[in-house]
């Protein structure tokens, strides 16, 4: 519930990331029942609630999208703005009356996707990971590149090749794999940058001129998904 439905914009309305500010990886976020806390080094802890339905919007920027949004207020503004040191910050959400479609090159029936670069779902084996992580020098956890989905009990980049699958009772295609940008190369707990993993995925998983790494999933009906649900390879 509420993933990826909060984004930060800047004064253009265009969607802010750790691509181009890093620092933002140490932005850590706790629920809290309705509410929301946000926790950053050397700032006073920041609540958070849902917008109510009449709170004022504005059209957002995400890729090649526009989106309407609401703003989340000024303390969050205000805070996010000092955090950054960008001036003009804003917080903004969701909500279920804005839509957002999946790239219609790979969507059958107009589905859609919250905030997410572009997928509702990106899912990853345990075994692509160990096998990259075989080859670097130090290796890295799974929460470095952000899946919703890890299957375990898999060859190396055996989802390379499923085309539709079943998790528990919800079936899913597959739509396309998962090109990696250089958020993956952010160390979550310092905010550091460095070259890996894409120096390494590079030597090994680059084509088209970009380093690919997971699938990109798109579910075909809603669901309850659990962790231990069996996964079947239908495609």
């Known amino acids: ?3 990826r439905r909060w984004m930060l914009i800047d004064e253009s ?3 802010i990331t750790q691509r181009q500010h890093p620092r933002l990886a140490l932005v850590k976020v706790f629920p809290t029942g309705s509410r ?12 958070i609630e849902l917008p109510e339905s009449d709170a004022p919007t504005q059209s957002v920027i995400v890729w090649q999208d526009t989106v309407e949004a609401q703003i989340s207020g000024t303390a969050a503004a205000e805070w996010f703005s000092r955090f950054t040191g960008i001036a003009g910050v804003q917080l903004v959400y969701m909500p279920e009356t804005s839509s957002r479609r999946v790239d219609q090159k790979y969507a059958a029936n107009n589905e859609i996707v919250s905030f997410a670069d572009g997928f509702p779902f990106l899912l ?9 992580n075989s080859r670097m020098a130090e290796p890295l956890p799974m929460s470095r590149f952000r ?3 890890v299957v375990e009990d898999t060859a190396a980049f055996a989802e390379d090749d499923w085309k539709r699958i079943r998790v528990g009772d919800l079936t899913f295609q597959v739509a396309k794999p998962c090109s990696r940008c250089k958020v993956t190369t952010v160390d979550p707990f ?5 070259k890996e993993p894409l120096k390494t995925l590079a030597s090994y998983r680059r084509w088209d001129n970009e380093v ?7 579910h075909e009906q809603t669901g309850m998904l659990r962790v231990g649900d ?3 390879i239908l495609e």
């Open 13 to 15: 309305g265009r969607f």
């Open 124 to 132: 990853i084996s345990q075994a692509s990971l160990d096998d990259l």
């Open 190 to 194: 310092t905010a550091e940058t460095g």
């Open 1 to 3: 519930m509420h993933d």
């Open 36 to 47: 929301w806390q946000i926790h950053a080094p050397d700032e006073p802890d920041l609540q």
């Open 147 to 149: 899946p919703n989905l």
């Open 212 to 218: 690919w790494f997971g699938m990109n999933l798109i």
């Open 230 to 232: 069996e996964v079947e």
